[in-house]
């Protein structure tokens, strides 16, 4: 791995930890490489180049996206799954992962794939939550919503990714 990606994964930390986020897809930064970083309970993942290499159960739960500020919405993932990927030195592993890192996961992977978490939700909810970020887009000129600590502390399951 060069250093400009060592640095990109720096620089994708910062944007996410500075958004309050959890997670964080090169592409919601205007980047075309392959790479997210997340970050649940002091503990920063990057992934590079990653595959869901097995998944297993299934689970509804709520989700939103530091790409898609103040909307949120339930969407069915696989409760457990490995992913093999690179780390930041480009050394492959593989991780197990179960519950909301789960999630996280399957969510950052799915931007790398150019999907969103509203691509899931029914029509209608689709259509409203697009209606709801319009309204609200020149309110986050970065299409990346930074709340105020306060905000953040009322908002307990409703972690951006
Ligand atoms: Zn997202």
Redesign the pocket.
């Known amino acids: 791995m060069t250093a400009e990606l060592r640095r990109l994964t720096d620089d994708m930390f910062e944007t996410m930890y500075s958004a309050k ?1 959890i ?3 090169a592409p ?1 930064v205007g980047r075309t490489e392959r790479l997210a970083v997340v970050d649940i309970e002091n503990n920063p993942i990057v992934i590079v180049n990653p595959e869901i290499i097995l998944s297993e159960g299934s689970a509804k739960g709520e ?6 500020p103040e909307v949120f919405g339930d969407v069915d993932r696989a409760t457990g799954i490995t992913v093999r990927a690179l780390n930041r030195d480009g050394e492959p592993f593989e991780l197990e992962a179960t519950d909301l890192l789960a999630r996280c996961l399957q ?2 992977i ?2 790398l794939h150019g999907k ?2 509203i691509d899931y939700l029914s029509f209608l909810k689709r259509r409203s939550a697009l209606a709801k970020w319009e309204s609200m887009k020149k309110d986050f000129p970065q299409n990346l919503r930074k709340l105020p600590p306060d905000e953040i502390a009322g908002r307990h399951g409703e972690e ?2």
């Open positions: 986020g997670g964080l897809a919601q989700e939103g996206c530091l790409s898609i969510h950052e799915d931007h969103l978490f951006a990714l």
